[in-house]
């Protein structure tokens, strides 16, 4: 089945422990992106790799770090979490264009308490 | 940088009653998405429309793209429950060298009396 597996669903941690959130997808996607929902704000972009070559900022990509060594995977790792960074994340993917040419599959999501 | 607004933010009907989320981009936009996310699930890509005037359906869901490229809209006809959920537009902007990125609209949540 074609889809985008992100893991964990559901995360609790502390202020300042390292944690990676884990995003594969199983279908050749080049394109890739993390995302943060919060109420009332919508979906803010973290990051995105247009292909494993290429990983830039998105519009929110204070306290984040990914990286894209292989087409499937794009983690997500946020070196010391605070609580502003409690929210509802999402990564996604499409076959090319930053899901311009072709749309974004989203993963089923990652909800991140950090205390 | 490209901005793109939904009203209304929140939207009650009664079952049966029609819907209507308006979708504006402060640029001109190549092409728009729609996407619709149910209560504590992910987004899911409803459709795409390029051409100016372009209008869509899907079942009771008809979806317009303005003329001038720079607002759309989506109008569900006799909503059902199945119809609940966060309905989001997302246009494309330029984002460096080749690249673009969907920008996401904040949403538009429907709600419906059980």
């Known amino acids: 089945e074609a889809q985008v597996t992100q893991n964990p669903r559901y995360l609790i941690t502390v202020t300042g422990k390292k944690l990676t959130v884990t995003c594969s997808q199983n279908?050749?996607?080049?394109?890739m992106s993390w995302y943060r929902q919060d109420p009332g704000l919508g979906l803010r972009q973290i990051y995105y790799?247009?292909?494993?070559?290429?990983?830039d900022k998105g519009d929110v990509p204070e306290g984040y770090k990914v990286s894209r060594k292989e087409k499937r995977n794009f983690p997500l790792i946020l070196e010391s979490p605070s609580p502003n960074q409690t929210s509802l994340y999402f990564c996604?993917?499409?076959?090319?264009?930053?899901?311009?040419?072709?749309?974004?599959?989203f993963g089923n999501g990652t909800r991140l308490t950090v205390t | 940088g490209q901005q793109v607004m939904q009203i209304p933010q929140y939207q009650h009907v009664q079952e049966g009653e029609d819907f209507t989320t308006y979708c504006n981009s402060s640029?001109?936009?190549?092409?728009i998405q729609w996407y619709k996310q149910r209560p504590g699930g992910h987004p899911v890509f409803l459709i795409q429309?390029?051409?100016?005037?372009e209008v869509k359906k899907q079942k009771r869901l008809t979806f317009q793209f303005g003329e001038a490229k720079k607002n759309s809209s989506l109008h569900i006809t006799a909503t059902q429950t199945t119809d609940v959920g966060t309905y989001f537009c997302?246009?494309?902007?330029?984002?460096?060298?080749?690249?673009?990125?969907?920008?996401f609209g904040k949403g538009t949540l429907l709600t419906m009396n059980p």
């Open positions: 996604a993917s499409s076959l090319r264009g930053g899901g311009v040419e072709s749309p974004l599959h």
């Open positions: 279908m050749n996607h080049e394109y």
């Open positions: 790799s247009m292909n494993v070559e290429v990983t």
């Open positions: 640029t001109t936009l190549s092409n």
């Open positions: 429309l390029v051409k100016s005037g």
């Open positions: 997302a246009g494309p902007e330029f984002s460096g060298g080749s690249n673009y990125k969907l920008t």
